[in-house]
């Protein structure tokens, strides 16, 4: 214990960024323990370490007494009076008790204590740098496959991309650099673990956060993303500024900045619809691409009926209800789609049924 173990501890602090006050901290517990063997107990024992020198002193903390009944925890006041003048019975003194084989014992403790100390405290400092991913978009380059998994190198430490939370469809090769969404990250007796995903509807809204400046700034803001993962996505914007058009910011000029997320998504289409606190005019928006005709909405119900042109009818239902099925989801309505011919054919049928209603009171009144 001396001046090369600062040395070290200013070294450790500087180059693994590890508190050097924890350290010590570490090695004075390490040392009370160590005390242990020459005291029997430690409890009433102090270490002090010089932050300096590096220089160790055990103290002995005991009870000013009239008589002795426990010496390890009470001294005489006789005793006291010559080391300590001036206290009284109930007082504490400190006495120094340092053996004198303590110094090579208490390296050798306080070596695997530092080791171990060190380990937890790398780990902490990983853990707190890696927490702050958590809820963001990180960039990782595939390393390895895990049978269906694929390990993925964050840097300082690697993510499992588990079967779950891949994009059907999507296939990458060792060395691609790959967008992932950080669901959580968690602390474990190994580090940090990153759970990260390439599905989650955040994945999409965070890559246009990143490329749209008005996001940034807070003039376009987005309401709600919704996605069949590798397939369409859809995405609800409004602005906080009139002047700001909130779906062409996004785009951007040429499409720029809406192909850009579509590159690191494989490709998958992304429809950007503007968000309005009328639902009717709302859910219009969210059956984009399709022209609507008409929207009725019933809030009460979170219910909407839909009339569109008779060739738009697939269009707005989409491939397997797809369309109809993310703009239910995007607006929270369940939406009712007809073309204008069933419309009117259903129109027609309830005519006839209050006509043939209004024959039979007829009837029965005559």
């Known amino acids: 214990m001396n001046t090369e173990l600062i040395e070290a501890l200013n070294q450790l602090e500087k180059e693994k960024n590890i508190s050097k006050e924890i350290l010590i901290e570490a090695i004075e517990n390490s040392l009370i323990a160590a005390c242990k ?101 990180v960039t990782g380059i595939v390393q390895r496959f895990s049978g269906n998994n694929i390990c993925v190198s964050l840097g300082r430490v690697d993510a499992v991309l588990t079967e779950n ?100 998504i494989n490709n998958e289409k992304v429809d950007i619809v503007a968000w309005d606190e009328d639902p009717a005019v709302f859910i219009e928006h969210a059956l984009s691409p399709a022209k609507v005709v008409s929207v009725t909405a019933y809030p009460n119900e979170n219910q909407a009926k839909v009339i569109v042109p008779d060739y738009q009818l697939s269009l707005a239902i989409g491939k397997a209800g797809q369309n109809a099925r993310l703009a239910a989801r995007l607006t929270g309505y369940k939406i009712d789609i007809k073309s204008e011919s069933q419309a009117e054919e259903e129109a027609g049928r309830a005519a006839d049924e209050t006509y043939a209603a209004d024959e039979t009171d007829l009837n029965i009144e005559q």
């Open 37 to 137: 063997n020459n005291f029997g107990k430690a409890d009433n024992i102090k270490v002090v370490f010089n932050r300096d020198n590096g220089d160790v002193k055990v103290y002995a903390e005991k009870t000013v007494v009239e008589e002795v009944t426990d010496p390890v925890l009470e001294i005489g006041k006789v005793e006291a009076d010559l080391k300590f003048p001036g206290h009284e019975p109930g007082d504490i003194v400190s006495i120094e008790v340092t053996p004198k084989n303590f110094g090579r014992i208490a390296a050798q403790k306080a070596k695997q204590v530092v080791v171990q100390k060190i380990r937890e405290e790398e780990r902490r400092v990983l853990f707190d740098e890696y927490y702050s991913y958590e809820k963001k978009v």
């Open 165 to 264: 939370e891949q994009v059907k469809g999507e296939v990458f090769r060792v060395n691609d650099r790959i967008k992932l969404y950080v669901t959580d990250v968690k602390n474990t007796t190994r580090g940090p673990r990153l759970t990260v995903s390439r599905k989650h509807p955040e994945l999409v809204k965070k890559l246009f956060e990143a490329e749209v400046a008005e996001i940034q700034d807070g003039t376009v803001v987005i309401k709600n993303v919704v996605r069949e993962p590798g397939s369409r996505s859809k995405m609800s914007v409004y602005s906080t500024h009139p002047d700001v058009d909130p779906v062409g910011a996004c785009v951007g000029i040429n499409g720029m900045r809406v192909n850009a997320v579509v590159d690191e």
